[in-house]
């Protein structure tokens, strides 16, 4: 295991911080007049106790992801959606207007929305055209520019790529930094989970969601994994109630069920194979970028013309050409087979149209 210790890149009143303390951190069980509750259950879902504060520990669902990702309960955080693990993690190590992070572009919109709210400074250490992580500028980066954070996406979105394991591997092993690992689309990838590495490197964190693979992203529910250390400062920075009864309880009930979620897996490679081949079948569409995600990154002849024509039709995909190293980008999300059916007659149909715009 690495010697680095992460403590001394906390902000110091962070380190200090005395959490609040809610009414359950004390009490779980009896006549729980100490929370200033109502005592009537509504009508809605009585069974679910909603006029009850939730689980601020969610101890039943770390258990439960414990046994999953075969790490311990106090490694895990959970929060409302992966962005606000992101949030609280810049919170917590960056100072407003003194600190920085280094992103990776192109990749995920929210790091550098989150740090621009917080008045963090971004330094950018691009990929490489083919998209390939460069490891020697992200380490450059960190250390000209003395960053304590470094997001890595992998899979990565936009591009639907993953970052090759040795190049985070040596990221990891160069930098005094925090390197967050995003791996929101890891259950499509073939490739092996950073989540390996949390007993090596005491600086590594590895996001994962219940929004893609497990068809949740209604619920709002974002994991941080990392040592015990990291975690229990996530914990005092959050607040006291971040995840919602009903999402504790609907998050159980889908995890109880993982063979469910290896089914549609399955469907989405599937159909994920299928769309890539038949879009390629399009005069207009020139390249369909290999994937470890559940949406494809298509190149196609004026894709503005193409996104405009295709909202025309109903059938919404993401404008990404104008991303670093994207040009004539459309971001396509693997439906159900009847949505990709779809996709693929409106292309048939504006397949006429030299240059479809609306």
């Known amino acids: 295991m690495s010697a680095f210790d992460t403590l001394p890149l906390l902000r110091p009143n962070i380190r200090s911080l005395k959490p609040y303390r809610s009414a359950r951190d004390d009490f779980k069980t009896g006549i729980l007049l100490d929370?200033?509750?109502?005592?009537?259950?509504?009508?809605?879902?009585?069974?679910?106790?909603?006029?009850?504060?939730?689980?601020?520990?969610?101890?039943?669902?770390?258990?439960?992801?414990?046994?999953l990702k075969d790490v311990k309960p106090s490694q895990i955080f959970?929060?409302?959606?992966?962005?606000?693990?992101?949030?609280?993690?810049i919170r917590m190590f960056c100072?407003?207007?003194?600190?920085?992070?280094?992103?990776?572009?192109?990749?995920?919109?929210?790091?550098?929305?989150?740090?621009?709210?917080?008045?963090?400074?971004?330094?950018?250490?691009?990929?490489?055209?083919?998209?390939?992580?460069?490891p020697e500028g992200v380490i450059e980066a960190v250390k000209t520019s003395g960053a304590k954070l470094v997001f890595l996406c992998s899979p990565n979105n936009p591009t639907a790529n993953r970052l090759d394991a040795a190049h985070i591997r040596q990221v990891l092993e160069a930098v005094p930094a925090l390197v967050i690992v995003?791996?929101?689309?890891?259950?499509?990838?073939?490739?092996?989970?950073?989540?390996?590495?949390?007993?090596?490197?005491?600086?590594l964190v590895v996001m994962q969601t219940l929004s893609k693979a497990w068809g949740l992203a209604g619920i709002r529910l974002g994991m941080a994994f990392?040592?015990?250390?990291?975690?229990?400062?996530?914990?005092?920075?959050?607040?006291p109630y971040n995840v919602n009864t009903l999402t504790q309880q609907t998050a159980l009930a889908?995890?109880?069920?993982?063979?469910?979620?290896?089914?549609?897996?399955?469907q989405i490679l599937a159909e994920r194979e299928r769309l890539a081949e038949a879009l390629l079948k399009f005069p207009a569409v020139y390249k369909v970028e290999p994937s470890d995600a559940n949406f494809l990154l298509v190149r196609v002849k004026d894709a503005p013309g193409w996104y405009k024509a295709l909202a025309a039709e109903e059938v919404i995909v993401r404008?990404?050409?104008d991303q670093l190293h994207c040009t004539d980008g459309l971001r396509v999300t693997i439906g159900t087979p009847e949505e990709n059916d779809r996709l693929l007659a409106a292309f048939e149909k504006l397949s006429a149209i030299?240059?479809?715009t609306t």
């Open 182 to 203: 995003d791996e929101a689309y890891i259950d499509f990838s073939a490739g092996e989970s950073a989540l390996r590495w949390l007993g090596e490197f005491p600086n």
């Open 78 to 89: 959970l929060g409302n959606g992966s962005d606000e693990a992101i949030d609280i993690l």
């Open 226 to 239: 990392a040592s015990e250390t990291i975690i229990s400062y996530m914990m005092r920075v959050k607040p």
């Open 35 to 67: 929370a200033n509750e109502n005592p009537f259950a509504p009508e809605q879902h009585p069974e679910a106790r909603l006029n009850r504060y939730p689980d601020p520990h969610f101890e039943a669902l770390r258990a439960r992801l414990s046994e």
């Open 354 to 356: 030299v240059s479809p």
């Open 254 to 266: 889908a995890l109880a069920s993982p063979e469910r979620t290896s089914g549609l897996i399955a």
């Open 319 to 321: 404008y990404r050409g």
């Open 95 to 134: 100072q407003s207007g003194e600190d920085t992070m280094v992103i990776t572009p192109p990749t995920y919109g929210m790091y550098k929305v989150s740090a621009d709210i917080q008045g963090i400074q971004t330094v950018e250490a691009p990929l490489n055209p083919d998209f390939s992580l460069d």
